[in-house]
């Protein structure tokens, strides 16, 4: 599954260490440090619309003088000529205050003026206060006080303070960007590798008594060989879409880029993109184009805190080998009558048609008021130019894109992948393919010519028509496709095609439902998993329930991972693919396949941890790169076997 380019560019709590960490102390620390007995203080505005209950009048100032103290804050602020103040209240010696407003209108007003505020050359950050239910009060000080020394905010240290790094595009978008690619490379393997070891561990810990032999036989504590790492084709210039940001850069200009930091953290700043290394050139050409409808409309553009303005947010998608183009705008149209939105709609057009070679494109808007920019998935999007959705080629097959489909944002790199899930599912005109989470159907469709049937499994109705849509473009007639949730259908299709049947998971970020792993174990004819992961965390968790011995919650002969393989689709970031082959084991042979626990390694198509490098793996185990830096023909990859006689 893709993982998206999302605006607040957050991490997973174990992901790869990356430099950019250590400037990324977020100030919800200091949120977490708020005076819980406030009588005025409430819930978070921007909880999940539907929940009841009052409107929080209650904002948090961060990056105030420590020395100051409620008086001298309150005459700071008193500048300002505020309305509707009820309350400001300010500790010594801690770096925030509070300010209590009597209505939402006047806490919208304060909130605008006060992010343009400034108190002895501080800009100060203002976020929504928030509460702290549970919280130990002395584990709260000890954060703020790290805050506060890791951000250099004690007036105390004078010239001894830690001098700021300043983050840039770069650092927030593609943290790795300083990093060689071979280093970035080593880097992935070594986070791979403490995965593989994860699975043992857990797998171990689930089957309580009852443990796998293969668990006991494993070498060097790995679940099974990772045989290779395949680089991205492309490290430039590879994303296909990209979601971008409506709002102000540091100088209060308005911008189309990416979001700098986390609102929650009182970070609303917008970043230019123009020289984002991810970001293509094709992309670059879209965003200047509609940054000048942005500016020439006028029009306010999306505050995150006070939730006002027009503008919000573009998405453009790219498919460079039809050269067509896709650009979303999201806007928010509260406050405007249709004649006033089909100005704006006029503008966008004009300014959009400005791009170069955009006969077959497409320019759509969305009209959202919520509060987050993620509209929900059955918000109306309006066609303005061009048709509803674009076409790009992959595996040499035509699939359609619209506005909401999933389709990975890397496509040389995903040509890869796909190629690494085709040659280890070894399909014949026998083979059913059970394609589930097949999204639009590219991995099934890729596969389709070979297998006797694809079935595929998928939630969205949309993606669904759209995989039907390119069967018919294709050619390909011998698919059938489900909709509903994958634990809900597994059973029943399992029961249909379980015979002589593969199974490619390729699961969102939060892995496999239970009740799929369940049904995927109590299929005794299924013998083949191959599971495509976009987050590993999750694929440790759901491989050792797969591999777990059984029992009453997990029923049916457990699988043994078998070998697995990493494809890089997002140089430059944590992020990657992983690639693992899962094979039953027999009742007749409660021992893995041979090839599971029977390798050497020693052999350079084996990962090895290198601890005189501090875990990092040596520079001559980054294997060569498969595919040329040119190549987009996937039959021009080398089989598995070509590659392991490659890399010997």
Known sequence: MEVAQENDNSNEGEEITNEVENNEETTNEVENNEETNNDNEVENSEEQEGEQGPPNLVVCLLNVPKKFGSKRVQKEIGELNLQGVLKIKKRPNLGYAHVTFANLEAKEAGVYALRRFKIHDRKINVVDSQRNKGKNRNDKRKKFEKYEEDNGNDEEKGENKRPKTELTVHDVVTPLHRHPYETQLQQKKAFVIDKLKGIVRNTSKLSAYNVPQWVNQAKDKLCCPLVRLYSSPVTKGYRNKSSLTIGLDKDNQPMIGFAMGLTKDGITTVGDPSSAVNMS?????????????VVESGRATWDKVAHLGFWRELTIRVCDRTNQVMAIMQANPTGLSEEELQTEEERMIKYFS?????????LQVQYWSGLSN????DTPIKSLLGPTHITEILMGLKFRISANSFFQPNTAAAEVLYKVVGDWATVNPETTVLDIYCGTGTIGLSLAKQAKLVVGVEEVEDAIKDAYQNAANNGIKNVEYFVGKA?????SILSQHGENCVAIVDPPRP?????????IRDCSTLKKLIYVSCNQNSLVVDAAHLCRS??????????VPVKCAVVDLFPHTAHLEVVMLFERITAEDTAPPSHAVTYNPSEPVIVRMDNANMGMLTVDSVLPDPVSSTSTDPSSLPTEEEAETNDT
Do not use: W
Request: proline share 6%; aromatic share 4%.
């Open 550 to 559: 059984p029992s009453k919650t997990m029923p049916g002969l457990p699988f």
């Open 511 to 519: 892995g496999l439902h239970s009740s799929a792993i369940q049904a």
């Open 487 to 491: 634990e809900h259908q597994l059973a």
């Open 374 to 377: 993620v509209a929900s998935y």
């Open 281 to 293: 050139d094709r992309t670059e050409e879209v965003r200047k184009a509609m940054l000048q409808c």
């Open 354 to 362: 400005t791009v170069s070679n955009i006969e077959e494109s497409s």
